[in-house]
């Protein structure tokens, strides 16, 4: 048996389970703890320990989160903690620098509001968390970036570390599980049917339902296409209850309720993406890899996303989708009309996305690159312990010194 590796995310780190189990088949052991619903992992035969934290500023759940995941490290014999997320990147590298037994790997998955944002609110934070990044940093035996422009931001703020430093392309695309998922989910014109979108043009999003996602950029786009179209319908897929002061509002969204449709999270986007004529994805903020966006163009749809670092990861502009400047309804609103007006463009657009998924973003291929990262990780503790215990034995030796 391998190594042990504990993955640690937040409430989604469920949509991670494909990526676990392939590292299991590779001859790890492996475990998780999360934010999130335990039952996903416990049917996928996955030891998970839950433990809570809060996404947004709130200094006390912080300090005990760091508690728990310094207990939960202690607990586990560990010997690889990678942390994905926001808040679990900077307590875990924390939470495991008092044991030299753990190397704790961060995956930067995107910069997020922090970091985007040009708010007092976001500035005034920004100044608090890059030492805390800093100091992260220096805990971490490697940080992962999802995309170039994350890495080079990290690097010319001076936010990295001594350790390693890796570009790997996200959690990887099960794209055999997907497929599988989307055949066994309700018939396209079935769930179209259900969903009262019979002839409708339909144009579906999947993301948290909060301003930073462009979700009012998205309505106010909506509300212009809906008088160039009025068969065009909007499905809004995710969560919204649990997005806090960021939330979309009801008054907001009522505004629209003749041409979107808010269905809260759903367990079958596959069949969604499956029934919908485009994708739109109008992010405000610079992203790590938009899984999102990933499985809409392995479901072979055009895609309309923001001109940002993790959509341009996945988007060539005119290639396999538009790419719009954020917070312009106007220009987000034109894209659209145009994509749905011409049927041959779209399919164009739609026809390159499910190739470029399977050859850059599949399980196997990010597997493998994430084996290598750990398997270096594992060869470095091996050398370090090494040396220890040879300082130590020359110590008690003969010929070494007493302390």
Request: with cysteine; hydrophobic share 45%.
């Amino acid at each position: 048996m391998k190594a042990h590796l504990l993955f640690i995310g937040g409430e989604d780190h469920h949509l991670r389970i494909p990526f676990i189990l392939a590292l299991r088949d590779k001859g790890y052991r492996v475990s998780a703890a999360a934010s999130g619903d335990l039952r996903p992992f416990q049917l996928a035969g996955i030891e998970f320990r839950r433990f809570h934290f809060s996404r947004f500023v709130d200094p006390l759940s912080d300090w005990r989160a760091l508690q728990a995941l310094r207990l939960l490290l202690r607990a586990a014999d560990v010997d690889i903690a990678h942390a994905f997320d926001t808040k679990p990147g900077l307590l875990a590298p924390f939470a495991g620098r008092a044991d030299r037994a753990i190397s704790v790997i961060r995956t930067i998955n995107g910069r997020g509001w922090l970091y985007s944002s040009t708010s007092l609110g976001a500035l005034a934070l920004r100044a608090l968390y890059r030492p805390l990044q800093r100091f992260a940093a220096t805990c971490a035996a490697a940080t992962v970036f999802q995309n170039q422009a994350d890495q080079a931001f990290f690097e010319r703020n001076r936010l990295l570390g001594k350790g390693e430093s890796v570009l790997i392309p996200g959690s990887g695309i099960d794209v055999e599980g997907f497929d599988l998922a989307r055949a066994r989910g309700v018939p396209r014109e079935r769930l179209r049917q259900e969903l009262g979108l019979t002839n409708a043009e339909v144009i579906l999003t999947v993301a948290r339902v909060t301003r930073q996602k462009g979700i009012c950029t998205l309505l106010e786009a909506a509300a212009l296409v809906h008088k160039a179209r009025p068969s065009a319908k909007f499905l809004i897929v995710g969560p919204r209850d649990t997005e806090g002061p960021f939330a979309i509002r009801d008054t907001e969204l009522h505004k629209h309720a003749g041409y979107v449709t808010a269905l809260g999270p759903r367990a079958d986007v596959p069949a969604l993406l499956a029934c919908a004529d485009l994708f739109v994805f109008p992010t405000e903020y610079a992203e790590g890899l938009p899984r999102a966006l990933m499985e809409a163009a392995l479901c072979g749809l055009p895609i309309i996303t923001t001109d940002l670092p993790g959509c341009r990861e996945v988007i060539r502009d005119g290639w396999n989708g538009y790419l719009v400047r954020p917070r312009r309804p106007d220009a987000l609103a034109e894209k659209i009309i145009q994509v749905l007006a011409n049927s041959r463009e779209a399919a164009r657009l739609a026809v390159r996305g499910p190739d470029l998924i399977r050859q850059k973003f599949s399980l196997e291929e990010i597997v493998e690159q994430h084996c290598r990262l750990y398997d270096r990780q594992l060869a470095q503790r091996g050398k370090q312990h090494s040396a220890i215990a040879g300082a130590e034995l020359g110590c008690l030796s003969p010929g070494g010194k007493s302390s």
